[in-house]
T-cell receptor, first 114, second 114 residues
Framework: KNQVEQSPQSLIILEGKNCTLQ??????????LRWYKQDTGRGPVSLTI?????NTKSNGRYTATLDADTKQSSLHITASQLSDSASYIC?????????????FGTGTRLKVLA | DTEVTQTPKHLVMGMTNKKSLKCEQH?????MYWYKQKAKKPPELMFV???????INESVPSRFSPECPNSSLLNLHLHALQPEDSALYLC?????????????FGPGTRLLVL
């Protein structure tokens, strides 16, 4: 079954600290993996997109890693800020029957406290 | 311009009403998407249009009717909705193919069905 699981479900950290969010997937055939940030009541915003051959990709204080062998990805946030408080969603794209489909994870809700 | 706009921002409708949600992008994207998102859940794909043709319908009830009048516009016509259809409706666009191109989301329309 094609699934994307994220952990933890929620996380509270202090401003300035680092954190790592996890994404495990069983999606096949794999096309690419995306991390999105979604503020409450807003649409998701793309942070990173990685294909099979990419191991790491950075976007400012956000660094995503991908291990295609173990089907795991992580999103590392460095020096967290209050504005990082949001839901972070891992999405895996698969190619099937001539079309691409996006499998969404359930997200990690991050709260950064002052 | 990397913006996807959606109107209205909020919509309240009765179960006998007919209303439409609108989505617009001017990035030259030829794939457009409708998602439904319930509170604290990830977005669920409803429809995908590729080159103005419906390419994916995720078994959505017929009370939701999508329309893509041209490459920049996407509508979702609503009729005889149920209270459980209350949700945030997100529109997104990208280049077709599902490859590592960024998918841009709009801010969403928050729908309440009474």
């Amino acid at each position: 079954k094609n699934q994307v699981e994220q952990s933890p479900q929620s996380l509270i950290i202090l401003e300035g600290k680092n954190c790592t969010l996890q994404c495990n997937y069983t999606v096949s055939p794999f096309s690419n993996l995306r991390w999105y940030k979604q503020d409450t009541g807003r649409g998701p915003v793309s942070l990173t997109i990685m294909t099979f051959s990419e191991n790491t990709k950075s976007n400012g204080r956000y660094t995503a890693t991908l291990d295609a062998d173990t089907k795991q990805s992580s999103l590392h946030i460095t020096a967290s800020q209050l504005s990082d408080s949001a839901s972070y969603i891992c999405v895996v794209s698969r190619y099937t029957s001539g079309t691409y489909k996006y499998i969404f994870g359930t997200g990690t809700r991050l709260k950064v406290l002052a | 311009d990397t913006e996807v706009t959606q109107t209205p921002k909020h919509l309240v409708m009765g179960m006998t009403n007919k209303k439409s949600l609108k989505c617009e992008q001017h990035m030259g994207h030829r794939a457009m998407y409708w998602y439904k998102q319930k509170a604290k859940k990830p977005p669920e794909l409803m429809f995908v249009y590729s080159y103005e043709k419906l390419s994916i319908n995720e078994s959505v009830p017929s009370r939701f009717s999508p329309e893509c009048p041209n490459s920049s516009l996407l509508n979702l016509h609503l009729h005889a909705l149920q209270p459980e259809d209350s949700a945030l409706y997100l529109c997104a666009s990208s280049q077709p193919g599902g490859g590592p191109e960024t998918q841009y989301f709009g801010p969403g329309t928050r729908l309440l069905v009474l």
